[in-house]
């Protein structure tokens, strides 16, 4: 049994239009929710030792605003295919990672995000948490599941309020 975090990068900036999609920084409204949710993860006591962060400068700010004391050492990569991928891209990397990870972080974007949520949420029972997520993953939205290989259980979900 593992934790599996699937994190949906906090809220982008769209002022400079001619910036890449790839380049494009978090917003203040991004740049607040960050440490919000690194205060949930402290409070939650969730220690990811691997992280899989797409390369996105959105992505690498979310990161680091929400983790600046994760557990030193944690395993951290930037995947290339986690920006812009599918749900079953998204799956695959996850599959490959070691199952000697307790907790493994995964921070990406819509909708590759949403869809896998939604499709391991589905393993689990029916509850409030199944029915948001299925509404909506929010910018900083952190699905959380304990997962036996290849199934999610107990799928909680913690969403950022609006």
Known sequence: MRTLLLYRHAKSSWDDWSLDDFDRPLSQRGQEAAPFMGDYFRQQQLRPDRVLCSPSLRTRQTLDLT????TPGFGLDFPRPLYLSSDLTLLHLVQQVSDRRNCLLVVAHNPAIH???VDLASKSEQNEHRRRLERKFPTAGLAIFEVTPPLARNC????LAQ
């Open 115 to 117: 869809s896998l949520a």
């Open 67 to 70: 983790a600046p004391d994760f």
């Open 156 to 159: 909680t979900v913690q969403l």
